[in-house]
């Protein structure tokens, strides 16, 4: 990637490692700035918030969040697509074939990476916790909501992850709906649907999952999907306005806007991201 005058994305590689909401953000960010976006997700994706997830093209073939259509296709994409491209594509042989200009493992799994690796790419982005500036990556950008949500970490590491959900309307733990059981998860409710406290929301193996506060369902897994007792299966969001079941949340678009000013920074010539 070599530095140019900072006037758009046009023509930039990109892929993004995983296919869940914060993943969708940054792709979406990326692609409006005139990247090229290639979205790797699993064959079985296990996006919670669907309805803002390229991942939910996987299972559809064709998905949208928050006005941007993602495509699911075999390879990466070429000249200026009007739409992110989705690949199945767990191992990231997109990386080694495509060969792009920025890599942003977005796959939240809060550990340290075994597959990822400064030589990627000219710029490798980790999102949240697990990633160590200048070890796994050539920078981190913070997820942990507060002053430094969104922030482009150039040494060091993201705030560590403590399990507790930042809270919603100033609720937390109480709106992630858990799966009751390790199972096959069966979905009793739409996203998007307003529900109740103490309402059947889906049903692992028979075990019933139940909302603990009242508000609308911006989050279930996908019926058909595995799961592992405790896992996060669903979000319940107590400030009752159904729309945002529907847009990329302001947590999302914050960590969006760290990983387009790490690009930005690069474009503009910069010795650091």
Known sequence: MTAQAVTGLRGLRVVVRGGGDLASAIARRLHLAGARVAVLDLPEPRAVRRTVAFAAGVERGETSVDGVRGVLASEPPAGDPDHVTVIVDPEGATVSRWRPDVVVDARMRKQPPADLSMEDAPLVLGIGPGFVAGVHCHAVIETKRGPDLGRVLRDGSAAPNTGVPGEVGGVGEERVVRAPADGTLSARR????????????????????????????????????????GEKIGDVDPRGDRTLAFRVSDKANAVAGGVLEAVLARLGGRSKP
Do not use: F, K, Y
């Not at 996203?191 to 989050?219: C, F, K, Q, W, Y």
């Open 190 to 229: 739409e996203i998007g649907e307003t529900v109740s406290a103490g309402e059947v929301l889906a049903e692992v193996d028979g075990n019933p999952a139940r909302a603990r506060i009242g508000g609308v369902l911006r989050g279930l897994a996908r019926s058909g999907l595995r799961v592992r007792a």
